[in-house]
């Protein structure tokens, strides 16, 4: 029984997190907009603190729900109220994304599972705010062998060594190779940097019997196939 002196002391934005709650329980995810969810996962870390006004700065700042949470710790940190707990829960719920992407790709062909394959390069690197470049090595039934970050660049640039590429395909035992970059830009559109550094692996890989099945950019805007651009026969 709730008394009159109970009523006082909650906090006033214990009903507000209630029927969040109670609205992600009973319409999912969809139905909350991202500053909404952003709010449920800060509920945990900040238990006695009203915290609408803080996932609304954070997707101002950053843009969306993804971009908070592949925030680097430093710019997270910047935002007045986010603390080391703060961004360490946030970085929590970023990696079981990624556990989950690549979870979807890792035991079945990849070929045949292509959106999975997609879903899971944008969440590990469409809002990084430097280039990473990261190969996906692929048996002869297309299943995945490995999945490695090779390279981390700068805003605009990763240095690539496209014998070093192969070398680890072959290492592997590899027969297929897809290469994934990011652009932070945000604009998955390949650069002709790319056009050449893709070429030229795929022209020390073919007479070692290695493919370069595809390259794939991400960004923020979308994602850029180069077999589908026609930029690989």
């Known amino acids: 029984m709730t008394t009159v002196g109970d009523a006082e002391d909650t906090p ?38 009203d915290v609408k006004a803080l996932a609304k ?4 700042r ?6 908070v949470l592949a925030a680097p710790p430093s710019r997270l940190a910047e935002v007045e109220g986010i603390g080391d707990s703060v961004v360490t829960d946030l970085k929590i719920v970023e990696a079981a994304a990624r556990r989950i992407t690549r979870g979807a790709v890792a035991k079945r062909p990849l070929l045949s599972s292509w959106n999975a394959v997609i879903d899971y390069c944008r969440t590990a690197m ?29 805003v605009d640039h990763t240095p690539v060594y496209p014998r070093e590429v192969v070398k680890r395909a072959l290492e592997l035992s590899a027969t297929a190779i897809i290469l994934v970059h990011n652009h932070p830009s945000g604009d998955p559109t ?8 893709t070429r030229t692996i795929g022209e020390i890989a073919e007479p070692l019997g290695v ?8 960004g923020r805007d979308g994602h850029a196939s180069f077999r589908g651009l026609g930029l690989l026969e």
Do not use: C, W
Request: net charge negative; hydrophobic share 40%.
């Open 211 to 218: 493919l370069v099945h595809d390259h794939i950019i991400v």
């Open 62 to 67: 950053f843009g969306s729900f993804a971009e």
């Open 126 to 154: 469409a809002f990084a705010d430097k280039e990473h470049f990261r190969v996906l090595f692929l048996d002869k039934r297309n299943g995945l062998i490995a999945d490695e970050l090779q390279q981390t660049g700068t």
């Open 57 to 60: 700065e954070l997707i101002r």
């Open 12 to 49: 006033h934005y214990h009903g507000h997190r209630e029927r969040l709650r109670s609205r992600f329980r009973e319409a999912g995810e969809a139905a909350l907009a991202d500053y909404e969810l952003l709010e449920l996962v800060l509920f945990r870390s900040i238990p006695r603190r």
């Open 190 to 197: 390949p650069s002709s940097a790319d056009i050449k550094m």
